[in-house]
């Protein structure tokens, strides 16, 4: 199973960048599949997670500026930044887990960078 992220780089302060995670070696949609982000110095945190079931859950203080999708046709899991703030810096990680089998895959990660 290999899990890879893409769409990261610079975006400018107040703008927009999706990311998009492809899942390749399984079936995508069995998967609970997440964003992380994890910045300089700071521990990896949870940004969205995407349920099969097709519930999403946020980290409460990021929901506003973050939506996280995923479409199983296409095995791929998004993520929609809105109004970038120079903090959203950050590398970000998709994880791809599926408790029942104790599998737990995470992507090489993609660097977002906000600056003017």
């Known amino acids: 199973v290999e899990v890879v992220e893409s769409g990261g780089g610079l975006v400018q302060p107040g703008g927009a960048l999706r990311l998009a995670c492809t899942l390749s070696?399984?079936?995508?949609?069995?998967?609970?599949m997440g964003w992380y982000r994890q910045a300089p110095g700071k521990m990896r945190e949870l940004v969205a997670r995407?349920?099969?079931?097709?519930?999403?859950y946020y980290t409460a203080c990021l929901k506003g500026s973050f939506t996280v999708s995923r479409d199983n046709a296409r095995n791929t899991l998004y993520l929609q930044m809105n109004s970038a703030k120079p903090e959203d810096t950050a590398v970000y990680y998709c994880?791809?887990?599926?408790?029942?089998?104790?599998?737990?895959?995470w992507g090489q990660g993609t660097q977002v960078t906000v600056r003017s």
């Open positions: 995407s349920a099969p079931t097709g519930n999403k």
């Open positions: 070696g399984s079936i995508f949609s069995v998967y609970t």
């Open positions: 994880r791809a887990e599926l408790e029942v089998a104790g599998e737990d895959f």
